[in-house]
């Protein structure tokens, strides 16, 4: 019920059909246990995970480890053409959001960073978002990108995500992906998945 809720799976029976599928592929260790009537997650073996040297290299690469470190720098260019640069940032705090047109948890999570970026701008505060589009090789136009900026009034600056950038910040596969960096340039917090808008918010009152 809780990945229904998350990724916004509503038709019934998805979420156990996407988790046979994990089950099903001998590329993944079976570190998930279930109820065999009702299909609930009982138990997750971080053992069977951490023991697996492919699939446990690509889970600390994408979702752990990366408090404390430096955060990688970028260049990119923003949907309107502008370049971005993370040299620009320089000596400010800011968050960096990962995220793809019209995917469920990040369409949930997208108005609360714009709540955010409005209340700390004052602050020497920003939001920059990674749209995957291109690196995810999705049909959505410039046109539809447009839409969905205005549809949720994003008052951030938003850039095309690069396989560079990517790479540099753990292969990020899973959206939304969040990276809040302090004024030293170091991240402090890291967030994958939806996130209510009170944990974002108290992570950003932390580091400023």
């Known amino acids: 019920m809780e990945l ?46 951490q023991a697996d040297p492919r699939f446990n290299k690509l889970i600390e690469r994408s979702i752990a480890g990366w408090e404390g470190k430096v955060a990688p720098p970028f260049t990119a260019q923003l949907l309107d053409g502008r370049a971005i640069s993370s040299s620009e940032l320089k000596g400010k705090p800011y968050l960096i959001y990962f995220w793809f047109t019209h995917c469920p948890p990040c369409a949930q999570i997208t108005p609360h960073l ?19 589009d291109h690196v995810l090789e999705l049909d959505y136009t410039d046109s539809d990108r447009k839409a969905y900026l205005e549809g949720h009034k994003v008052n951030f600056p938003v850039a095309h995500l690069t396989t560079e950038i990517q790479s540099n910040y753990g292969g990020v596969q899973l959206f939304p992906t969040i990276f809040l960096v302090d004024k030293q340039g170091i991240i402090r917090s890291h967030f994958v ?9 108290k992570a950003i009152e932390e580091i400023l």
């Open 4 to 49: 229904s809720q998350q990724f916004n799976l509503k038709v019934e029976g998805e979420a156990d059909l996407i988790l046979k599928i994990l089950e099903s592929d001998p590329r993944v260790p079976k570190f998930i246990t279930r109820d065999p009537k009702s299909g609930e997650i009982t138990r997750v073996n971080i053992e069977k995970i």
């Open 114 to 132: 714009v709540s955010l970026e409005k209340r700390f701008q004052n602050r020497d505060f920003t939001v920059v978002g990674f749209n995957a």
């Open 193 to 201: 998945n939806y996130q209510d808008e009170s944990v974002i918010q």
